[in-house]
């Protein structure tokens, strides 16, 4: 039957086609390996990435990546790069400042008013698809029809973290056919470093973007491997309970469900927050941070970043299907996430700013006394029952006459089921708590210790004179080794007492809890934190060294609520 286009309709459909070209509306979900033809627009040839440039079975390596920044800085105003670090094996990590205008320093970005956005793609190399996408989002940005998303943001892009595992190239099954290492060169996994600080990569983060630039949110892409869940991608904040509930609760409450909805809405791709659900049943019953590996504990750099006051967020594509749609599923997240900073960075840096305030108002008011308190240890509790998508297999096979593995047909594909009644085990609570003291001192041969607060911008100073101190102190009776996620950790067993003047020689660190990385400061230094600096084993040669093994020691490290100079 033919139809006649009334004249007001007409209008109608050409301003919604005119609109749609900026917004790229979908109107179906992309499941499995699916991508709209066309997503990453038409860009000649010297625009283009190396997996635009090869079908999408190259990623970029590192010289590649200095070829697009220069490609970049040639054909805009508004970059400036820095080096974040110089690798140990002499490779240049660079990250980017988009701007409008160009700024090149934090002095001027404070000036602006305008909120910083960090973007991190690749800590671990063969999840490679964050790097791409960061490629592609910047040449929007920079060259294509998204230059707005500088109206009310800078960001910072750091596309290739992780240089030298970048390049630690093997042959992979599926594409990209070649990949990178998970960890760096001398073997560390950079996403556990955040609070220990072993490697050249996340110290020169702290050093040269969160402690200059202080982003109101830190973003990290990862991705996982062959896991059973429908999501194109899923998403964390920070759930350290120690971190102040402002900012962690806004990413979860506000910020979440706004860019879920717009990733749908303008991407055609379903997602939630980063979990698995349990494997063993069908149809699952949990859907929990745990299972994936997320946890309460402060050694990933996304969670290390909330007790800071300020936002984070990691997200990880599912690990098993084609490169090309793992970059899509990057780039549309990115995309949206962009769109939303751009019109709420100010409110997001207002919650950040008023986080400092209570942090340093509660110490102010309560920890002389004693009453102030904060958690040592957390878990999950359920926000309720949701709907997932799952599938019920996926499985691998070598595709005939090869000796490669491909996700087998009828598994994994297609729609998923979606599954009710599953508990969303996402929401930390925090389960042990400690004192929260006025400030700590340090002994002065644990200046190891203090080198590695310092770099993360905690202020430590040094008594100039002799003090004595009230507060109180923990009795190590003896150490327990706990393995947890490939690594041996230490746990310390014993119990604080009270100290009363107690006295300490000039020459002493001392950590003044009245700053606002008092949540950070606190979480490195209690001693019942289970991967602080005593839970990664670095204080275990000098416990061995005062006698422990022997008979009970004392926590180094003492926690006053008052002191007063001798
Ligand atoms: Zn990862």
Redesign the pocket.
């Known amino acids: 039957m033919k139809r006649i286009l009334s004249l007001p309709v007409i209008i109608l459909l050409i301003l919604f086609i005119s609109s749609s070209a900026n917004s790229q509306t979908v109107d179906r979900i992309y499941w499995g390996a699916d991508v709209p033809e066309g997503w990453n627009g038409k860009w000649e040839k010297k625009y283009q990435t190396v997996p635009e440039k090869t079908e999408y079975n190259r990623t970029t390596s590192s010289f590649q990546v200095h070829e697009y920044i220069n490609m970049l800085k040639w054909n805009s105003e508004n970059v400036h790069v820095f080096n974040m670090y110089t690798s140990p094996l002499r490779k240049v990590c660079s990250a980017l400042v988009l701007s409008e205008p160009r700024i090149t320093s934090p002095e001027q970005a404070e000036r602006s008013g305008k909120p910083v956005i960090y973007i991190q793609g690749n ?2 190399p063969p ?1 490679a698809e964050g790097k791409e996408a960061i490629l592609m989002v910047m040449r929007d940005i920079l060259l294509g029809d998204k230059k707005y998303l500088l109206d009310n943001q800078i960001i910072i892009f750091c596309p290739n973290f992780n240089v030298d595992g970048n390049d630690t190239w093997r042959t992979r099954d599926g594409t990209p056919n070649m990949i990178g290492s ?1 960890t760096n060169s001398g073997d560390f996994d950079l ?1 556990r470093d955040a609070i220990k600080l072993e490697t050249t990569e996340l110290k020169g983060l702290y050093r040269t973007v969160i402690n200059r630039w202080d982003p109101v949110l830190f973003f990290d892409a ?2 996982m491997g062959r896991v059973k869940h429908g999501y194109a991608i899923c998403y964390a904040g920070c759930t350290v309970p120690a971190a102040h509930p402002g900012p962690r609760e806004y990413i979860y409450k506000d910020l979440f469900p706004d860019v879920r909805n717009a990733v749908r809405d303008n991407f055609g791709l379903e997602t939630f927050t980063h979990c698995l659900h349990d494997e063993d049943n069908w149809p699952p019953t949990v859907w929990s941070h745990e299972n994936a590996y997320w946890s309460t504990e402060a050694k990933f750099a996304a969670n290390a970043y909330g007790l800071r006051n300020r936002m984070s967020i990691l997200v ?1 594509t599912a690990g098993y299907p084609p490169f090309e749609r793992k970059i899509y599923a990057q780039y549309a997240y990115i995309t949206e996430l962009l769109e939303y900073t751009n019109k709420h960075g100010k409110e997001m840096l207002e919650i950040c700013e008023a986080a400092d305030e209570d942090v340093v108002k509660n110490i102010r008011e309560k920890a002389s006394s004693g009453d102030l308190t904060n958690f040592v240890e957390g878990d999950y509790e359920s926000y309720g029952k949701v709907n997932i998508y799952a599938y019920n297999r996926n499985e691998a096979e070598y595709i005939p006459g090869t000796s490669v593995q491909r996700t087998k047909p009828g598994t994994a594909d297609g729609e998923p089921e979606l599954c009710s009644g599953v508990e969303h085990l996402t929401k930390a609570v925090g389960i042990k708590e400690a004192i929260v003291p006025a400030g700590y001192l340090i002994p002065a041969e644990l200046d190891f210790i203090v080198e590695k607060l310092r770099i993360q911008g905690i202020n430590v100073d040094v008594l100039d004179s002799p003090v004595t101190a009230h507060g109180e102190e923990f009795v190590i009776d003896g150490i327990r080794k706990r393995w947890r996620d490939r690594y041996n950790m230490t746990i310390l067993e014993g119990n604080f007492v009270r100290s009363e003047g107690k006295t300490f020689p000039a020459g002493t660190y001392r950590v003044d809890m009245a700053q606002p990385l008092a949540n950070l400061a606190f979480y490195g230094l209690e001693p019942e934190v289970k991967d602080n600096f005593t839970g990664w084993n670095i204080l275990n040669d000098y416990f061995e060294k005062i006698g422990l093994g022997k008979r009970s020691i004392i926590y180094p490290v003492f926690k006053y609520f008052q002191i007063e100079k001798r």
Do not use: D, G, L
Request: proline share 0%; net charge negative.
């Open positions: 800590i671990h999840e998970r996403n990862h991705a990880e």
